[in-house]
Each structure stands twice: as C-alpha cells, then as structure tokens.
C-alpha cells in the first residue's frame, strides 16, 4: 500500500477489506461448497502482476499521493475482475472439466507441494521474527485442528471448519493484551515491530 501512495489508514482499510470478504468466501465454500477446512484467501500468485501495475509508467508519472493510489487501486481491481472473469468462463462452460480430465494426482500432488515448499521461506522465517507469538499460533491451529475437531457448536464443526480463522483471532487478542500489559516494553525496536500489536498503525488508523 505504501508503494501505491497510501498511508496507514489506506493500508487498514485494504487489509480489512481483505479479510472480510476473505470471510465471506469462506462462509460460503464451508456452508454450501465443498465444506472442506479451507479458508479463502488472497493468493501470492497476484503480487507479480500487482507489482507490474504498481511499477508502471503510468501510474509512477501522477504526482499527487492520494490520486496515484486510488488509480492503482482501480487497476488493480479491474485486471482481478477481468481474470476471475475468465476463470468463471472456464467452470460454468465446462471447459475446465475436460481440462480435468487430463490432470491426475501424479501430476496435480507435485505442482501443489511445489507451490507449498515455495511459500516456505514466507512462513517459519515470520514465526521467527516473533518466536512466542507464532510458535503459539501454530500449537492452536494444530489444537484445532487435530483435537477439538469433533466438537459440536450448534451442530456444526466449528474447530475443524475453522481452525486457521479461530487461532488467528485468538493471537490477535493473545499480542493484544500482551501490548498492552507493556510486555514489549523493554525490547529491542526491531522485537517491537514484528511483536507488538500498535507498531503496523492498524488499530490506531482502522476507521
């Protein structure tokens, strides 16, 4: 976002855009899709054409702060509905189920773990830069989803729909209330960044 020309309050209110309807996604695919333990999400797949439009002549020669990044955002908005466009095409036409057919778990089981093992340098290198904080998200989230998968809340399996979306929310709380107990106070700067719950702005900037 701050690429884009926006400030800390642009940068909340797109990451809360992205979680809310990254919830609606996944309400809908757990309710009435699949109902597999999935969460919907935006995709590390989009930063390189995202960056492109970011990095372009076009959008780099406006001047005014505020007027490049609503321009990028327009953009960017446009190609994501522009490409899921055609990706609706492919489903509803039937052409992706003959593509399908040509796919087998030999081939589909390695271009996922590829994917997967390319997002690695992405995960454990985070959790690191807060040991407390992301050792713990990954002991719930296995909790979760492992053990308290059977539990009932009025007759749905909420533990083993939503275990990604349930520890997130309880970590959030956990940094909150250990910023706010000072527990970071006495910390290197560099601590403060990645463990404090302040230090991004979006609280402070959430409308």
Not at 9 to 31: E, S
Not at 39 to 58: D, E, H, Q, R
Not at 93 to 99: R, T
Not at 184 to 204: E, F, G, N, W
């Amino acid at each position: 976002v701050p690429q884009m020309g926006g400030d800390d309050g642009d940068k909340a209110r797109v990451i809360q855009t992205l979680l809310f309807v990254a919830g609606i996604n996944t309400l809908l695919q757990t309710l009435f899709g699949t109902r597999l333990p999935t969460v919907i999400g935006g995709s590390y797949a989009f930063l390189i054409p995202i960056m492109t439009i970011i990095n372009s002549s076009s959008i780099q020669s406006i001047p005014d702060d505020r007027e490049r990044f609503l321009n990028t955002m327009r953009a960017v908005q446009g190609a994501l509905i522009a490409s899921s466009s055609l990706q609706i095409i492919l489903g509803y036409s039937g052409l992706w189920g003959i593509c399908s057919r040509f796919l087998s778990p030999l081939g589909a089981a390695p271009a996922i773990a590829l994917v997967g093992m390319g997002l690695f340098e992405l995960g454990f290198p985070g959790v690191a830069k807060c040991v407390e904080i992301g050792l713990l998200e990954l002991l719930l989230l296995g909790i979760f989803a492992l053990y308290m998968k059977h539990i009932k809340v009025r007759n749905l399996y909420l533990f083993e729909r939503y275990p990604v979306l349930l520890s997130v929310v309880f970590i959030w709380i956990f940094a909150y209330l250990l910023t706010l107990s000072g527990a970071y106070r006495h910390v290197p700067q560099k601590t403060k960044i990645h463990c404090r719950a302040d230090k991004a702005d979006l609280i402070s900037t959430a409308p």
